[in-house]
């Protein structure tokens, strides 16, 4: 059995430790900047904590789960002592130097702290230096999830775009919703069915088939009506865009 070391100590860090005892692996120490959250984990999961990077030596493979702007000087320095994977979505990590293997072991979903995920459903994408590390890594990612796929630094960079598109402008929008919605005192739970709808039927139907609503089909006096009850300038400057962008999609209709 591999003996995998982690840096970081934040919501990746932690959701990948909590799978990876789940399935019984060794977990040989954890490193991160952050003592006091690494100490929390380390405590939670009984994991002895890494005081230095040079404890490194005694595992078979690193696992990075910090911020991209760290992995330049990182990844380098880590991969003296042991091959190493970052789960970043966006950085070409085979650019960097290194002595042993390097690649990229990233789970696609958003982690949050408190949200317990099924990592069995996560695509998991592989990326590495040699073919012998692509399959190192492939064989972890198929013990967590049922999807690993192989795929370049640019193909997982362009994914990693279209992710903060569908997670993280959805997020925003439904806080400007929210927001919205509280200053007419009306509960922005009232919308959740639609929110699980329109998530659920993309499972049966492509997102431009699954559109509906005055956009799409041309309602201009709807939109209008929307227009005038939207007071902040910003909130009604994104209605307009997102609108003139679905009638673009959808004029040929």
């Known amino acids: 059995m591999k003996k995998i070391g982690i840096v970081g100590s934040g919501n990746v860090a932690t959701h990948l430790v909590i799978a990876f005892k789940e399935k019984g692996m060794d977990i040989a120490g954890l490193f991160s900047r952050n003592h006091h959250s690494a100490h929390e984990i380390c405590e939670r999961f009984s994991i002895p904590y890494f005081e230095t ?6 595992v078979d493979l690193i696992i990075v789960c910090v911020s991209d702007d760290a992995l330049a000087n990182l990844i380098p320095q880590l991969a003296q ?8 979505g966006t950085i070409d990590v085979l650019q960097f130097d290194h002595l042993k293997d390097v690649g990229v072991f990233y789970p696609l979903q958003s982690f949050t702290t408190g949200k317990n ?24 990612g198929t013990k967590l999830s049922c999807e690993v796929h192989f795929i ?17 402008f959805t997020n925003h929008l439904m806080t400007l919703a929210a927001d919205y919605l509280k200053k007419e005192n009306i509960p922005f739970e009232w919308l959740q069915p639609l929110i699980l709808e329109t998530v659920d039927k ?8 699954a559109q509906t609503g005055p956009a799409r089909r041309n309602d201009q006096q709807t939109i209008d009506r929307h227009l005038s009850l939207i ?11 997102f609108t003139k962008s679905r009638q673009t999609t959808y004029n040929h209709d």
Request: glycine letters at 0%.
């Open 81 to 88: 002592y042991a091959p190493t994977a970052t789960t970043s």
């Open 53 to 58: 990077i040079e404890q490194f030596k005694q």
């Open 202 to 209: 993309l499972s049966s139907i492509s997102p431009y088939d």
């Open 152 to 168: 370049s630094a640019k193909q997982r960079q362009h994914l990693h775009v279209a992710a903060v598109m569908v997670n993280n």
């Open 231 to 241: 007071t902040n300038e910003e909130l009604k400057q994104l209605y307009i865009q």
């Open 117 to 140: 995920v099924a990592f069995d459903t996560i695509p998991i994408f592989i990326e590495a230096s040699s073919d012998a590390f692509a399959q190192t890594l492939k064989d972890i």
